[in-house]
């Protein structure tokens, strides 16, 4: 199982859609879990960070499922400029502080 | 908005040469690091650095890799012979809470090793 895993996509939504992804982690022992988005060819810019009660600012929800090992995000009324590959990041691990990147989910806003 | 910086956006280099990246971090920040991301593919950790240290590295940050702090403000990533492989855009990070928590990227630097 890898690490860090996402449904690579893409997610094609029109405008005002809502749109959930999940990611799933393979190490029980992370602490601690953030949403990245990513344009092309662009740095990963830190959309939030997940707390295990969740978290939501704005449009965006993020959720932390220990139990089973995945966290999510939720962004309600898509506009276009959200558009982007969203990168579930996870870290530390064990006694690491290594943070894992997975592949990235990519969403298509259209009008 | 404080941001990271980095130098150059693109580096052409022919294989077996030695390549210095640099980066400026958020100025208040303590914590660095450098990651790597081969065209399609995930970015990967690299090494982390922390008092003028190495905190932590990667199975792939080896011997031909190093980092400095020359100064208070840059931070390098030497690569001392590069291989056809090393090309990747290469970002520098930043973070002020310890590691593993927020994580403030620079744009990166394209490296392209003929």
């Known amino acids: 199982r890898k690490e860090v895993e996402q449904d690579p996509g893409p997610f094609n939504v029109p405008e005002g859609a809502t749109v959930a992804f999940n990611c799933t982690y393979s190490?029980?022992?992370?602490?601690?879990f953030f949403w990245y988005r990513q344009d092309c060819r662009k740095e990963p810019k830190l959309l939030m960070s997940?707390?295990?009660s969740g978290n939501e600012d704005g449009r965006f929800t993020a959720q932390l499922n220990r139990a089973s090992q995945y966290i999510s995000l939720l962004i309600r009324d898509s506009k276009l400029s959200d558009s982007a590959t969203y990168l579930c990041?996870?870290?530390?691990?064990?006694?690491?502080?290594?943070?894992?990147f997975g592949r990235g989910t990519s969403l298509i806003v259209h009008p | 908005e404080p941001e990271v910086t980095q130098t150059p956006s693109h580096q052409v280099t022919q294989m077996g040469q030695e390549v210095i990246l640099r980066c400026v971090p958020i100025?208040?920040?303590?914590?660095f690091y450098w990651y790597r991301q081969i065209l399609g593919q995930k970015v990967e950790f690299l090494v982390s650095?922390?008092?003028?240290?190495?905190?932590?590295k990667s199975e792939i940050f080896d011997d031909q890799f190093s980092v400095e702090r020359p100064d208070g403000s840059n931070f390098t990533l030497k690569i001392r012979s590069t291989k056809l492989e090393d090309s990747a855009m290469y970002f520098c990070?930043?973070?002020?809470?310890?590691?593993?928590?927020?994580?403030?990227f620079g744009p990166g630097t394209r490296l392209t090793v003929t």
């Open positions: 990070a930043s973070s002020n809470t310890g590691q593993g928590y927020e994580q403030y």
């Open positions: 190490n029980s022992a992370s602490q601690s």
């Open positions: 997940v707390y295990s």
């Open positions: 990041v996870v870290g530390p691990r064990g006694g690491s502080y290594i943070p894992t």
């Open positions: 100025s208040n920040h303590l914590y």
């Open positions: 650095f922390y008092n003028n240290e190495i905190s932590e």
